[in-house]
């Protein structure tokens, strides 16, 4: 059974950074490339960063250069280093993973970033 736990949210000032986690289980996790969304209220999920298996990774434009997407296959565990947070980055965030066609997604994780 797979199963993602996101943690790390919270409330932060503009500026400010977080990291988040996405802890895996139920898949060898090394073989799979993992992702991070975010919805915020009233909009649409939208894809934050991607790492590949190899450990690649992609970022949306919104967040280049802010962001950085990790993952130690040791621990089974994604990250998402969040710097330069801006209000606008206030957002459930989620992590997920597609094995064999289906899409796996955590439980969420808030982020809030307000003064």
């Known amino acids: 059974q797979v199963q993602l736990v996101e943690s790390g949210g919270g409330l932060v000032q503009p500026g400010g950074s977080l990291r988040l986690s996405c802890a895996a289980s139920?898949?060898?996790?090394?073989?799979?490339?993992m992702a991070w969304f975010r919805q915020a209220p009233g909009k649409q999920r939208e894809l934050v960063a991607v790492?590949?298996?190899?450990?690649?990774?992609n970022y949306a434009n919104y967040v280049k250069g802010r962001f950085t997407i990790s993952r130690d296959n040791a621990k089974n565990t994604v990250y998402l280093q969040m710097n330069s947070l801006k209000p606008e980055d206030t957002a459930v965030y989620f992590c997920?993973?597609?094995?064999?066609?289906?899409?796996?997604w955590g439980q969420g994780t808030q982020v809030t970033v307000s003064s």
């Open positions: 139920g898949i060898i996790f090394s073989n799979y490339a």
């Open positions: 790492t590949s298996s190899g450990g690649n990774t």
């Open positions: 997920k993973v597609d094995v064999r066609g289906r899409a796996y």
